[in-house]
């Protein structure tokens, strides 16, 4: 049997609770870190709640903003967005249902979201030109910016420097057909921009 004297146990012990202490520390690290991400955002709830084995006849969607419990979820195809929002718990006392159609059918994979009263419109994602999106404004080619003449179809930092020369030089525009007048801008590209500039 080997020797146990207290004189060989002390060092034995002491490695014991420096292991337990690196340990406890580890665990306390990766607890603090599992909260502080828990507080930074609400975990994302999803409901299949009546869902089949098959997704036929189903749709799933997101229901955001001013509800009581936002989240995915799946709902019968043909459902309203009204429906959605009933899913998610209804609405919170400052959500603005007059910004939301509660009758349009929802879509699979498509967000509802329900903004608060007074808050600031959403800006637009959509992409210029597709459906649903807003016509962009025109430029007015007397005060744009390089940046923004650079947005035009067929513009690039080239000629849109060449349009503010021009502009520079000529005192401004008189007309967009004056724009055919800058090198570079030729018919076809005059045609091309001219819904999307004014003077």
């Known amino acids: 049997m080997p020797d146990l004297s207290p004189r ?8 014991l609770l420096v292991v337990v202490g690196i340990g406890a520390w580890y665990l306390g690290q990766g607890r603090a870190g599992a909260e502080a991400a828990g507080a930074a955002a609400p975990p994302l709830r999803v409901d299949d709640a009546g869902a089949s084995g098959a997704d036929g006849g189903r749709v799933l969607v997101h229901v955001a903003g001013e509800v ?9 195809a043909g459902s309203r967005v009204d429906d959605a929002v009933r899913r998610a718990g209804g609405p919170r006392r400052r959500a603005d249902l007059s910004a939301v159609n509660l009758a349009a ?16 419109p959403a800006a637009v994602s959509a992409v210029p030109g597709a459906p ?3 016509p962009p404004q025109p430029i007015d080619l ?5 940046e923004q003449l650079d947005t035009l179809d067929g513009v690039g930092p080239v000629t849109a420097q060449k349009i503010l020369q021009y502009r520079q030089d000529h005192g401004g525009f008189g007309s967009v057909e004056e724009l055919g007048q800058v090198p ?4 076809k590209r005059l045609a091309a921009l001219r819904e999307r500039v004014r003077v």
Do not use: F, K
């Open 8 to 15: 060989r146990l002390a060092p034995l012990g002491l490695a």
């Open 68 to 76: 009581r419990m936002p989240g995915v979820y799946r709902l019968r």
């Open 105 to 120: 059918e929802v879509e699979d994979g498509r967000q509802v979201l329900v903004p608060r009263r007074g808050a600031a």
């Open 132 to 134: 649903g999106a807003p």
């Open 142 to 146: 007397n005060t744009a910016t390089l």
């Open 184 to 187: 570079g801008i030729g018919p």
